[in-house]
């Protein structure tokens, strides 16, 4: 294989995405993955509209999603057990598909025209030059020094990579706890609201026949105790719906949207998306969307940067995240609502959004 010009830190759904673009402009890229093949992660496993959207732009059709996991056709909110709204999807489909089927379904897809290599660590990222790279990769065959022209950081919201380099968004953070259960669920995406869990909301969804993901997500700082006691207070919530079984925990800390982001590229060839750039939706915990869209916008911003040697591809990506996500995230009334659901007031993004402008 020719050196790659692009390295990829991260094989999730951002970086699978950015990787899919490269490699369809005949970019050669070399992609890391610090985890092994099949590795979970903790997640309501939904992919609505958006995500949807860029899955069928990466070639995965709906008959595709469908075989990984269970479609819905409706979303509905609960409070204290009552029911509050329902929405239903119509024609936009949407699909839960556990992460770990999905995201090796993607990997295994990317793998065949990108060079993947798991269990590797990327410890850090040096300039050498003009446009030029070194990536300190620690694999299972040891150290390696590999030369790139650009780098895209989309290894998630644990890595610390993007936040050295001040490319992370400067993101808020939320707490969840999710597993599997047995147990029958109507084709919606159930979002619960209960005082125990204020602020933040619980989910039940189907994943297939006879199986559900349940989980919570909190917003504010929670001690791994106390969340697991959260979570297992609403689970017994939703025992009367058949909901039982002993499940596999999973927790996981996000990074949301702040709107105090400025830039998402550093001059010269690096790039953020996903996760790893803070995009997840700060008031719903909604991360694939964003990390698909943004890893499709990241790899054409940096097959650009490549095919042009300049920074005007990187300088416009990071202005369409501003604009984009500060758009996206802007204080609706439906997004008010949903805030006082959780049982707390944000800074909403639009001014959020407003405070960021005054600062470029």
Known sequence: MSRPRVAIIGAGPAGCAAATVLARRDIAAVMFERG???????????????AVSALTALGMMPRDLERLGAAVSAVSLFAHGAQLWTWRLGKDTGFVMPRKAFDQALRDRTASTTDLRYETRVRNIVATGRNQWTIDAQGPGGREDINVDGVIIA????????????????????????????????????????LGLRPGYGWCFPVGENQVNIGICAFSPTKGHALRAAFDTYVQSRESSGIAGCPSL????????????????????????????????????E?????????????????????????????????????????????????????????????????????????R
């Open 250 to 285: 999973r927790g996981g800390v996000g990074n949301g949207w702040s709107g105090q982001g400025r830039l998402w590229h550093l001059g010269g060839g690096v790039i953020s998306c996903g996760d790893a750039a803070g995009l997840i939706d700060p008031l719903t915990g």
């Open 155 to 194: 290894a998630g919201s644990a890595d610390g990579l993007a936040r050295r380099l001040g490319v992370d968004g400067r993101p808020t953070r939320f707490w969840s706890v999710t597993g599997y259960r047995h147990g029958h669920q109507p084709q919606i995406l159930a979002f619960d609201f209960l």
């Open 36 to 50: 092994r093949p099949g590795k979970d992660k903790a997640c309501g496993d939904a992919f609505m509209g958006e």
């Open 287 to 359: 991360g694939l969307g964003p990390a698909l869209q943004s890893g499709l916008r990241a790899g054409t911003a940096m097959a650009e940067y490549c095919l042009y040697r300049h920074d005007g591809p990187l300088e416009a990506y990071s202005a369409w995240v501003r604009e984009h996500y500060g758009d996206r995230h802007a204080g609706t009334s439906l997004r008010r609502n949903w805030a006082e659901l959780c049982g707390f007031k944000p800074l909403m993004p639009d001014q959020m959004r407003g405070s960021a402008e005054g600062r």
